[in-house]
């Protein structure tokens, strides 16, 4: 008798916790990543241990750690630091270590792949040291939020979501960063491709609406870099009250460039020399590292202005 | 489970409808009252119900079958250790997954020897496992190369063990029996599997494919081979080991959980021959779990790692058992070998 309870009672506290942390939706998020209705108290065990356990009060680093186990192609096929899958297909994202990126691509209309890895000049940090998070809170405030620490959990959800890349809605929840909104729920593709031949891409699009035609990862990048989020019009009207971040390239609307046309999510194999290696960060640091100028841009120095304005 | 429940009547009589009726009220509060506690240990813990301090452990404390191996030592210098081997004569074999990307190798006293590389540079290669053949071989699986490179012990090539299927595979994981056949796992996207090689290079055994159900795989991180020819693969992304005969007819499984002695990622696998030994690396517990194989069913015996002489180890992966009686563990995080000793 106290079995069958016990049981009954594991039984809704798989439900509860399902609920709790699966926000109810069945989705196939890939890998153990499952919100949803396949959930069980189980499969938390394989990243939950007597340790890691007490993630939350672990280093930072060591969240890192916990998807690098998997990610590095032997637990799963992408592997993120390579930028590559483990079939050999270049990852969207670019990579943290190595990416293969053509960022000498003279094709008009396309950035391509290589067919090796190249060392990456830049990529968004995941080792959770504190990081300068460039263009977040409000205009007038300083070049951006000092003291981010961002991993990979900053910006996915390890619980999956149903979201795009299980993207969290509302990655810059961190030590007082803003976000502009309540969110942004990237809604997933199907099927899931995670390689691509042309980074020279939007990434996914909102469908419909009054919205329609413009790039939903352009509104998600902007939850954590708040002011790099342009409106039509926004290279000609300066932003109110703001000495930094004045005169901007459109970045919102369906005619302009998404974020990740111009940048890679994780990091790029981007050269850049001569001025573009002396770009002074926002607010007007300057560039230190020899490679520090390559911005995450997915083409060598300006390169990727002239993919649109041919000189 | 449920045998207790025949020895209550099926049908109550009339006159307990009230009572019942409050006992199941009552017993649904406590119920509640229980999963709400429950939730709220783990939101502010994280650690399940069972480890939260002051919670009493009711499980029966595991017995030592003998004097658990000692901490001796570690071997430094590899960057994010994945693999580690051991040959016939005590020297090391350690694939690197960061840095330069080699395969290091030190003699028995942990002295560095000649590096092993498996492609021209550490763009083109990405080792992952390492195996000794009996006759003192080196054998590498390369996720750059999707390939398993043999090399002599002094780092020469010599030459690649031929893909099981001609589309070519994704090799994982390598171990040896005595007769020099290789048993290996196969990473290959929607084809994950366990194959034995003879050393001519035939294909003997297929084991699984890639799937959650009994003799199914999802991303295989170990295999290990008793003297017995039973085999022995940690099902990584399924969170359990599955052992098999010779003949790859199912045997035991050790499953995932939060009890002691369940994996929750298992990573590498190795046999002690002489003490009946398997030790399994659970990568996300921080430990090596030792199980007792002397029965029929394996028995969890004790752990190495964080409760273990406080040797910490940090997303472990690898593990070797050597001809002395040591446990070389491959240590991620924190860069190392780290080294019990019978």
Redo the contacts between chains.
Sequence with gaps: ?????L???SG??VV??AG?WGGGAASADN??HMSGQSVTT??C?????????????LLKV?ET??CS??H??????T?V??GVT??GGALRAGGFQ?ARINTQDSNPVGVGVLG????TTSSHSTDGSSQELWGNSTPGSGPGFAGFQLTCISCHDPHGNGNYRILRPAPASEGGATDTTAGVNVPDESPKVYTTTNYFDNGPVIMSGANAGKSWLSSWCAQCHTRYLAPGGSATTALPGEPIFKFRHDTQEAYAPSCVKCHAAHGSNAAVSGYAAQVAWPGGTAVTTATGGSRLLKMDNRGICLKCHPR | MTSNAQDYPRHQPPHLGRWLKGAVALLLLFALAWVAFVALQYQQTGKPISEVAGIKNIGPLAKLVQEPPRFTGSVWEVARPLGVAAAPDGSIYVTESAGDRMVKSFDANGQAKASIVTGESALSRSPLYVAVSPSGKVYVSDLERHAVLIFAPDGQAAGQVAPPSSEGWTPGALAFDAAGNLYATDLTPGQHRVVVIDPDGTLLLQIGQEGSAPGQFEFPNGVAVDAQGNIYVSDSGNGRVQAFDKSGHPLFMIGRGTSKGDLGMPRGIAVDNGRKLLYVVDATAHAVNVYDISNAAPKYSFRLGDDMGGESLSYPNGVAVDGNGRILVADKENKRIAIWTN
């Design positions: 008798m106290k079995a069958t309870v049981g009954v009672l809704v506290l509860l916790l709790l890998g153990p189980d499969s065990a394989g990243c939950h241990r007597a340790h890691t356990a007490q993630a939350a009060n060591s750690a916990l186990t998997c590095d192609g032997s637990g799963a096929t592997m630091d390579a483990t079939g190595q090796g890895g190249q060392t």
